[in-house]
């Protein structure tokens, strides 16, 4: 990307607050009892194929409720849910809430709720179940989805959704919650660089040579300054996708359509959940069609 493109990107990294991709409430994902995974990970595919989803709470199916819910990662169901029945193929959803580009690479690196968040060493994974189960607690998605490369010779489609956490994390824990311009340059290289090395290594040690989408993020109002932010993000998003042969699913465009007849609010459009920044039922939904235009 030019320098300029990428010095307004990073300045408008600060309001990423109010994009998609956040993790579970702090207080009600924590203090549980470990539990291991209701669901084992595949290790062959179906005659149709297999589909790996890989990213943040947005393709986990995420919403905020009651913790005592959360030990059913049946009761979470994101895009890529819809996305696998659509194509009719098995989904292997390795997705985790709070993951961030640097956590989705090393799990001691800080997360926003995967394995870590802010004045803890234990996250999600620590107490609930995800959609499959890791080798190990200490295997990183980024590893866990190399080696399913390795087990499935038929993968037909990868999706990736992730970075919006790396800004929450930087809002949480600095003091001037991200708003120097040293601490947007933070995260953006962090983005650019961690996601830029998340899709050359399916390729290169996943050996995986088929499609791979890159899904973007939503914005919650159109009309508000967040809307920019999230729009700079998606082009730093799109340049690293470009640059490593993957496609984008472009859900800031199409959540931005969808409400354009209630004010361009993805709440009152009842894409997104109020009091939240999570898909509702119908922004999974569109957020499934979102990626089937583009790998369908």
């Not at 690293?240 to 361009?264: I, L, Y």
């Amino acid at each position: 990307m030019r320098r300029a493109v990428t010095g307004r990107l990073l300045m408008g990294l600060s309001a990423v607050v109010l994009l998609a991709g956040c993790t579970a409430d702090s207080d009600s994902a924590s203090g549980s009892t470990p539990s291991s995974s209701a669901a084992a990970a595949p290790t062959s595919a179906t005659e149709s194929g297999s589909y790996l989803a890989l990213g943040d709470s947005v393709p986990f199916g995420f919403r905020a409720g009651l913790s005592t819910d959360y030990h059913d990662p049946n009761g979470f169901v994101g895009y890529p849910e819809l996305v696998g029945k659509d194509l009719g193929v098995e989904l292997i959803n390795a997705a985790c809430p709070g993951e961030t580009t640097a956590s989705f690479l090393d799990t001691t690196a800080p997360s926003n709720g995967c394995e870590n968040r802010p004045g803890s060493d234990t996250g999600f994974r620590d107490s609930f179940p995800l959609h499959v189960a890791y080798d190990s607690p200490d295997q990183p998605q980024m590893a866990y989805a190399v080696e399913t490369l390795r087990r499935n010779n038929d993968v037909r489609l990868i999706t990736v959704q992730i970075g919006a956490n790396d800004g929450f994390l930087c809002q949480s824990t600095t003091a001037d919650h991200c708003q120097s311009p040293a601490e947007f340059q933070a995260v953006g290289q962090a983005v650019q660089t961690n996601l830029g090395k998340i899709l050359s290594t399916l390729r290169s040690d996943g050996h995986y040579d088929g499609r791979i989408v890159v899904v973007n993020y939503y914005a919650l109002d159109y009309s508000s300054p967040a809307a920019s932010a999230s729009s700079l993000l998606n082009g730093l998003i799109g340049g690293v996708a470009a640059a490593n042969g993957a496609m984008v699913a472009d859900s800031f465009t199409a959540f931005q359509k969808a409400a354009a007849g209630s004010g361009g609010n993805a709440v009152t459009a009842g894409l997104a959940l109020p009091n939240d920044v999570h898909p509702s039922d119908k922004g999974q939904r569109l957020l499934a069609d979102t990626v089937e235009s583009v790998a369908g």
